[in-house]
């Protein structure tokens, strides 16, 4: 374990940002190989009073694949059926669609395709009663970022409107733009009230800023372990309240792999909570750990008893 005994103890006396809060604690549905009610269940099952759905792919059992749904092939039974299968959560979040779709795309057919996905997906996300969606950035890898940045930052403005009108939340996850520096200016010239930020403790790998400091082959190193969570820490501290949702789980030292059960101790939290303490944090954490569709449950359970922990639960 990279958290000696006594970070744990000295990190978790301050990682109360507000009252205990164990009603903060959740996980998403993304089991592989399970149905979308199964992986509702599991989570209401392992009392997790919050949950994260995703508004793409489909609700039947696909091998290697996690379930979800498509808001616009739902019929009126099925809607009904998955908002009432939801109401025993006491907060939903959803993750937004993003792949196979680009939605700074040149070929006008291409980009409609993909903010229609997006704009039908923050429907149903209202209608099941989520207040927060989640939004990868699009990815621009064959032209430099600065040249398409006022589009990416005009999209997000407008799904923000309509997040508005809907009373839900878009909150943009760190990983796209390919800095730190980049990312906190896109939220900056975003600058809208709807519009927050989703901190992925696993997408800070590739930010320049960190490349710069850590060779692929020192990455297990305890330095570059102290290094990687400091750039997490950084953005907190950089978007202050426009932080509003987490993504939480490990990461494999070796690679820098995420969304790992937890059995690394490669990410300080008592440090992160911390962080969030100083920010004035009022979201929840959610849990995206991935694992063989017969271990999850294990994998969950054992999750959900540290993050209680650190939560004085």
């Known amino acids: 374990m990279f958290l000696s005994r006594r970070s744990f103890l000295s990190g978790a006396a301050a990682?109360?940002?507000?009252?205990?809060?164990?009603?903060?604690?959740?996980?998403?549905?993304a089991v592989q190989g399970y149905g979308l009610y199964q992986a509702i269940d599991l989570i209401r099952q392992l009392?997790?009073?919050?949950?994260?759905?995703?508004?793409?792919?489909?609700?039947?059992?696909?091998?290697r694949t996690f379930p979800g749904f498509q808001f616009d092939q739902l019929d009126r039974a099925e809607k009904t059926k998955l908002r009432s299968a939801l109401?025993?959560?006491?907060?939903?979040?959803?993750?937004?669609?993003?792949t196979g779709l680009n939605w700074l795309s040149?070929?006008?057919a291409t980009r409609a395709?993909?903010?229609?996905?997006?704009?039908?997906?923050?429907?149903?996300?209202?209608?099941?009663?989520?207040?927060?969606?989640?939004l990868h950035p699009q990815s621009v890898t064959n032209e430099p970022w600065e040249r398409r940045e006022s589009e990416c930052v005009a999209a997000i403005q407008r799904w923000g409107e309509q997040a508005r009108r809907l009373g839900v939340q878009i909150a943009v996850e760190t990983g796209w733009p390919p800095s730190v520096a980049s990312f906190v200016r896109l939220l900056e010239k975003v600058n809208h009230a709807a519009v927050g930020a989703t901190i992925d403790v696993g997408h800070q790998g590739r930010y320049a800023e960190l490349v710069a400091k850590v060779k692929t082959e020192d990455r297990a190193k305890p330095a570059a372990v102290a290094a990687y969570n400091d750039t997490t820490i950084e953005i907190i501290r950089r978007l202050g309240a426009k932080v509003v949702h987490l993504h939480v789980h490990d990461i494999d030292p070796a690679t820098w792999v995420e969304h790992k059960p937890m059995v690394h101790g490669f990410v300080d939290y008592p440090r992160i909570f911390a962080a969030?303490?100083?920010?004035r944090y009022q979201g929840v954490l959610v849990l995206e750990i991935g694992g063989e569709p017969e271990r999850m449950p294990g994998y969950l359970r054992e999750a959900r008893g540290r993050f209680l922990g650190w939560l004085g639960a």
């Open 87 to 98: 109401r025993r959560f006491r907060r939903i979040t959803t993750h937004l669609p993003y």
């Open 15 to 29: 990682t109360a940002w507000g009252a205990p809060s164990p009603w903060r604690l959740g996980a998403n549905t």
């Open 47 to 63: 009392d997790f009073p919050v949950i994260e759905i995703h508004p793409m792919g489909r609700p039947d059992p696909v091998p």
């Open 106 to 108: 040149p070929d006008p």
């Open 113 to 134: 395709h993909a903010v229609r996905t997006i704009d039908i997906a923050l429907e149903g996300s209202a209608y099941l009663g989520a207040r927060l969606a989640v």
């Open 276 to 279: 969030l303490r100083e920010v």
